[in-house]
């Protein structure tokens, strides 16, 4: 059996659409013989955490699931092993490195 960590992508639905179009990007574990299993556990996953409530405002919320949009082996778990990795350009340096600190700073475990 191999690990391979899994992108799957959900569309967010509030109402009747009239919002900016917003994405749920989440990244989930999927223990498989091979890429092909690995895929297909993922997508099953996806479809089976489609969801709709209605929200505060008694509107229809839709997790719509649209696709497995990446899928990475794990050479291993080991303490400190990559699990994912993504390369950001940023216009603005300083403003980028703020953020991943302020980002940092809310997780409240630093001294």
């Known amino acids: ?5 899994a992108k799957l992508v959900f569309r967010v639905i509030s109402g009747n659409g009239e919002h900016n179009a ?10 498989a013989d091979d890429e092909r299993e690995a895929f297909e556990k993922a997508s099953n996953i996806g479809h089976a955490n ?3 409530f209605l929200n505060v405002q008694k509107q229809t919320v ?21 699990l994912y990795y993504n390369i950001h350009e940023a216009p603005d340096p300083d403003l980028y490195i703020a953020w991943a600190h ?4 809310l997780l409240g475990v630093k001294n």
């Open 22 to 31: 917003q994405f749920d990007e989440q990244l989930r574990l999927i223990k």
């Open 62 to 82: 839709k997790w719509q699931f649209i696709d497995v949009a990446e899928l990475n082996a794990i050479s291993g778990l080991n303490d400190g092993a990559e």
């Open 50 to 52: 489609q969801d709709s």
């Open 1 to 5: 059996m191999n690990w391979y960590v």
């Open 102 to 105: 302020h980002k940092g700073a």
